[in-house]
């Protein structure tokens, strides 16, 4: 079969003159041109935002140089900052001047961030108040970071990968070891956070035999300075709670209510539920370590009635909460 020409096809799909002739001999008017509104909104124009605030791309944020840290890149919602030298660029619109001019890790740059005391400081429940380096003015004590618990939260196409705390494509998975999990440097967990058996920077003992897996987390509602959590149960992730599966987000130092930021524990129901004989199921939490919750989360034993393990030394450790236990530690 011979196809057409080009200007054959062309002549096939055009209106001839003659049609558009016999239109106007028989008095029936063309169709006028078909009017813009130019009050009909563009649907691919994305509003413009403000500093700190959530953005999708670079364009919606104000300032020289702005830049919308997008969901994909592990910000929830989106978060527009500033580059910048000092802190004059980094006020908001209600005029805050003590927002920090800080360079993250990982980052080239320094960019405008949030200060912030504790977590309610941040913009949402996305983000919590972690501590900086604030010796060069005590008057700034952290800035926001993103720590998501839900898919919800991210947008974009993302979701929340809860080991990190992170937005990512919905493909992502984290590798490394699950909460509770022994290791000995971050990369060893999926969280790319690791509490090893001897601290890094000050070389004592942590009270951790042989490491342990944790992540971060956002304390969740019901957490408070007088009953620790409100209910008889820790909160897991079937109780709404921000860590994956059955860990619980606990308090840290300086963490004083909801919206701080936490670390997630492994967590249990009974000690055969944790990793090995060297840990127990802590089922005794709050401040005075008088409430008895029905779920816990798995701590290392007391080493004078647990040996340690081969190549580690029973030792005293002053633990996070300011009391003394013996635990196992590498010789």
């Given at each position: 079969?011979?196809?057409?020409?080009?200007?054959?096809?062309?002549?096939?799909?055009?209106?001839?003159?003659?049609?558009?002739?016999?239109?106007?001999?028989t008095?029936?008017?063309?169709?006028?041109?078909?009017?813009?509104?130019?009050n009909?909104?563009?649907?691919?124009?994305?509003?413009?935002?403000?500093?700190?605030?959530?953005?999708?791309?670079?364009?919606?944020?104000?300032?020289?140089?702005?830049?919308?840290?997008?969901?994909?890149d592990?910000?929830?919602?989106?978060?527009?900052?500033?580059?910048?030298?000092?802190?004059?660029?980094?006020?908001?619109?209600?005029?805050?001047?003590?927002?920090?001019?800080?360079?993250?890790?990982?980052q080239?740059?320094?960019?405008?961030?949030?200060?912030?005391?504790?977590?309610?400081?941040?913009?949402?429940?996305s983000?919590?108040?972690?501590?900086?380096?604030?010796?060069?003015?005590?008057?700034?004590?952290?800035?926001?970071?993103?720590?998501?618990?839900?898919?919800?939260q991210?947008?974009?196409?993302?979701?929340?990968?809860?080991?990190?705390?992170?937005?990512?494509?919905?493909?992502?998975?984290?590798?490394?070891?699950?909460?509770?999990?022994?290791?000995?440097?971050?990369?060893?967990?999926?969280?790319?956070?690791?509490?090893?058996?001897?601290?890094?920077?000050?070389?004592?003992?942590?009270?951790?035999?042989?490491?342990?897996?944790?992540?971060?987390?956002?304390?969740?509602?019901?957490?408070?300075?007088?009953?620790?959590?409100?209910?008889?149960?820790?909160?897991?992730?079937?109780?709404?709670?921000?860590?994956?599966?059955?860990?619980?987000?606990?308090?840290?130092?300086?963490?004083?209510?909801?919206?701080?930021?936490?670390?997630?524990?492994?967590?249990?129901?009974?000690?055969?539920?944790?990793?090995?004989?060297h840990?127990?199921?802590?089922?005794?939490?709050?401040?005075?370590?008088?409430?008895?919750?029905?779920?816990?989360?798995?701590?290392a034993?007391?080493?004078?009635?647990?040996?340690?393990?081969?190549?580690?030394?029973?030792?005293?450790?002053?633990?996070?909460?300011?009391?003394?236990?013996?635990?196992?530690?590498?010789?």
């Open positions: 079969m011979r196809l057409p020409s080009l200007s054959s096809t062309l002549r096939l799909l055009m209106p001839s003159t003659s049609v558009v002739m016999a239109a106007s001999l008095g029936c008017p063309a169709p006028a041109p078909v009017a813009v509104d130019a009909i909104p563009d649907v691919h124009v994305r509003a413009t935002s403000t500093i700190y605030g959530p953005c999708e791309i670079d364009a919606q944020c104000p300032g020289e140089g702005a830049i919308c840290r997008s969901a994909e592990g910000y929830p919602m989106g978060y527009c900052t500033v580059p910048c030298s000092d802190r004059q660029p980094c006020e908001d619109e209600f005029g805050a001047q003590n927002h920090q001019c800080a360079q993250i890790e990982g080239t740059r320094r960019y405008c961030e949030i200060s912030c005391i504790n977590g309610l400081d941040c913009r949402n429940d983000y919590s108040c972690f501590d900086a380096d604030a010796s060069a003015d005590p008057v700034v004590r952290g800035f926001c970071l993103p720590l998501c618990s839900s898919d919800a991210c947008g974009a196409g993302t979701v929340c990968i809860r080991e990190t705390g992170r937005c990512a494509p919905a493909e992502t998975v984290p590798e490394g070891g699950a909460t509770g999990a022994p290791c000995n440097t971050n990369e060893m967990c999926a969280s790319g956070f690791c509490i090893p058996p001897v601290g890094r920077t000050t070389g004592q003992p942590t009270g951790y035999t042989q490491g342990y897996c944790v992540s971060y987390c956002v304390l969740p509602p019901g957490f408070n300075t007088n009953t620790f959590y409100s209910g008889d149960s820790l909160p897991a992730d079937e109780a709404g709670g921000p860590c994956v599966g059955d860990s619980v987000c606990m308090p840290i130092n300086g963490s004083v209510a909801r919206r701080d930021v936490g670390i997630c524990l492994d967590g249990c129901l009974a000690d055969e539920d944790c990793r090995d004989e840990y127990f199921c802590d089922h005794t939490w709050g401040f005075r370590r008088d409430t008895t919750f029905d779920n816990g989360v798995c701590q034993k007391d080493c004078r009635t647990t040996p340690c393990p081969s190549g580690d030394r029973c030792v005293a450790v002053r633990l996070q909460d300011g009391t003394t236990s013996n635990r196992c530690a590498p010789m």
